[in-house]
């Protein structure tokens, strides 16, 4: 048994009631917030803010199963409820922190940075969270607990994850997708991991409500981040950044949000790490919505006194395609707590900023692309000082939209004209026409009219 202690509480502080980890609860039965997972935090101030770092330090991406992975190397802080031998891990985290150099120089920030969340197990940030779930689960089966099946709504890389995970560790999975709503690939992976797939005639807010209804009225486990089990996973990217950058602290950090599950795991990151003394200040955090699905957005307008759910409109950034986010009261108090802002890019912003900076190496999703639109906004309004470290949050990589990329390419994309179109030339097999299209486009591309 580990001597490290985390339970559920309700986040509504007049209330604060706990749950164990091992109760099958996703909101207080009292109140009916949302629950986030606590730790002992005086336990774990008996090790120093050094020792947590070089703890840390020592199994980064060491071959020491579990501890290899980014999140089980912090499993004290994220998850010592679970038995090692019940971990269902595919060696999470550690991804590449690309310093986006020639971006940063073509716009005037140099020190600017993408976490690429995405070079992962299923291609997208949900693994970080969902290795803590799964395992969990497996965990509750292993002390005896009947849960015959795992499911989840999604906009199709939460159900990429759980599928995944599930598979590996020999669980049933269901996944619920509005039809029509998610990429190819995001449909080909649960299929191919062996997911029960419902396909429905809905929006994720839709299938949101009817997982939930299912997951209350049957024996199945719920799945999405409404279940902070995920949150806790998730909340490694920020120790992450700061371990990358040898505990320095970054001045902005970027994240683009739907369901808002990930920018409230990114604040509890660095809270927690400033609550142990492992950094002595804060980021400012961004919150980047797509202007087609924005209730956050028209929320900070109002300084937060109000907010209503939307009707999400359609937008190339489907994973973020949500109008009533579950995450919504922790994701504000974030913001609060981090002097945060939320800014929203429109169709034209986010596909032109993905393209413009994969020309300097990256391969971006629609998701990064309104992260990294809503920072060429904010530079454009002078929010950075020039010597400010800015980390923009991918989350997830680009091979999984390749409707869009494509459609971005040739000019087929609806009401979007593309400032950065590059398609293949197609020619004749001739010596003589292949050399004079070459030299023709090294020409145009040394002398851009
Ligand atoms: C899930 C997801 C998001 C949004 O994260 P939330 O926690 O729902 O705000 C953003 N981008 C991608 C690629 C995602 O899969
Ligand atoms: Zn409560």
């Known amino acids: 048994m580990t001597e490290y202690r985390s339970w559920f509480q309700c986040i509504n502080e007049e209330c604060g009631e706990t749950y164990s980890l091992d109760q099958i609860v996703y909101r207080c039965t009292k109140c009916d917030n949302l629950l986030e997972v606590v730790h002992d935090i005086d336990r774990l101030k008996k090790r120093s803010p050094e020792e947590w770092r070089s703890l840390f ?34 060696y999470e985290g550690a991804t590449n922190l690309f310093w986006a150099e020639r971006f940063g120089k073509q716009i005037g920030i140099e020190d600017l940075w993408i976490k690429m969340c995405g070079n992962s197990h299923t291609g997208s940030f949900k693994d970080l969270g969902m290795t803590v779930l799964v395992s969990v689960v497996k965990q509750m089966i292993a002390d005896g607990r009947d849960i015959p099946a795992v499911a989840c709504a999604s906009t199709g890389d939460t159900s990429a994850a759980l599928a995944a995970y599930c598979a590996a560790a020999g669980l049933e999975s269901i996944v619920f997708l509005p039809k029509g709503k998610v990429s190819v690939a995001q449909l080909l992976q649960p299929i191919s991991n062996g997911a029960i797939v419902l396909s429905l005639d809905t929006d994720f807010d839709g299938c949101m409500s009817m997982v939930q209804k299912i997951c209350t009225e049957e024996n199945i486990y719920l799945a999405n981040s409404i279940n902070s089990l995920r949150i806790e996973g998730q909340k490694t990217i920020s120790i992450e950044l700061c371990q990358q950058f040898n505990w320095e602290v970054p001045e902005w950090v970027i994240i683009p949000g739907g369901n808002l599950g990930n920018v409230s795991a990114l604040g509890k990151g660095f809270k927690m790490m400033y609550e142990l003394g492992l950094i002595d200040k804060l980021p400012r955090i961004v919150c980047a919505q797509a202007q087609n699905a924005n209730p956050l957005y ?40 981090f002097d945060g802002i939320v800014e929203q890019a429109s169709e034209q912003e986010l596909s032109d900023a993905a393209a413009m900076v994969d020309r300097t190496g990256t391969f971006n999703c629609p998701h990064t692309g309104v992260a990294l639109a809503v920072f060429l906004k904010l530079k454009e309004r002078d929010f950075f000082k020039p010597s400010d470290k800015v980390i923009i949050i991918s989350t997830a990589h680009g091979l999984k939209f390749i409707e869009f990329k494509i459609g971005y390419h040739n000019g087929s994309l609806e009401n979007i004209a593309p400032k950065f179109p590059n398609m293949p030339i197609e020619l004749p097999a001739e010596l003589g026409a292949v050399k004079r299209a070459i030299f023709e486009n090294l020409e145009k591309r040394a002398n851009p009219v």
């Open 57 to 90: 330090d020592s199994r980064y991406r060491h071959r020491i199963w579990p501890y290899g992975s980014a999140v089980w190397g912090k499993k004290e802080w994220v998850c010592p409820y679970v038995e090692d031998e019940n971990v269902v891990s595919m």
């Open 298 to 337: 028209l929320s900070y307008q109002k300084n937060f006194e109000e907010y209503h759910p939307v009707k999400a409109q359609k937008t190339l950034a489907s994973a973020i395609q949500i109008g009533d986010p579950v995450s919504i009261n922790k994701a504000i108090k974030v913001l609060k707590e």
